[in-house]
């Protein structure tokens, strides 16, 4: 299985950025979608974006769009651009890994916190 170990998180005033990492190993990193998640307290855990295995192809959720941005590299990270944060942004982003649409493969990493202060 696919191991992942997200960085970059930390604490932003509104309408600051900040940039989360998300390195993969153990596993072919071309082979997974890759995807993150957050989940901030009291809630579920929700998807933020989506990136196909080419990177051709992104997803993204209503409230982030225009304001995050995904991208991945050749070798085997992931990133989250976030610009224009909100409180609202507040959460644990986590990475995930799968090799499809469903998923199939599963694998997360550990999360990293992001807090936006206003």
């Known amino acids: 299985q696919v191991q992942l170990v997200e960085s970059g998180g930390g604490l932003v005033q509104v309408g600051g950025s900040l940039r989360l990492s998300c390195a993969a190993s153990?596993?072919?990193?071309?082979?997974?979608?890759m995807g993150w998640f957050r989940q901030a307290p009291g809630k579920e855990r929700e998807v933020v974006t989506v990136i196909s295995r080419s990177g051709g192809n992104t997803y993204y959720a209503d409230s982030v769009k225009g304001r995050f941005t995904i991208s991945r590299d050749n070798r085997n990270t992931v990133y989250l651009q976030m610009n224009s944060l909100k409180p609202e942004d507040t959460a644990v982003y986590f990475c995930?890994?799968?090799?499809?649409?469903?998923?199939?493969?599963?694998?997360w990493g550990q999360g990293t916190q992001v807090t936006v202060s206003s």
């Open positions: 995930r890994a799968g090799y499809d649409s469903t998923w199939y493969g599963d694998a």
């Open positions: 153990g596993r072919t990193f071309s082979n997974y979608a």
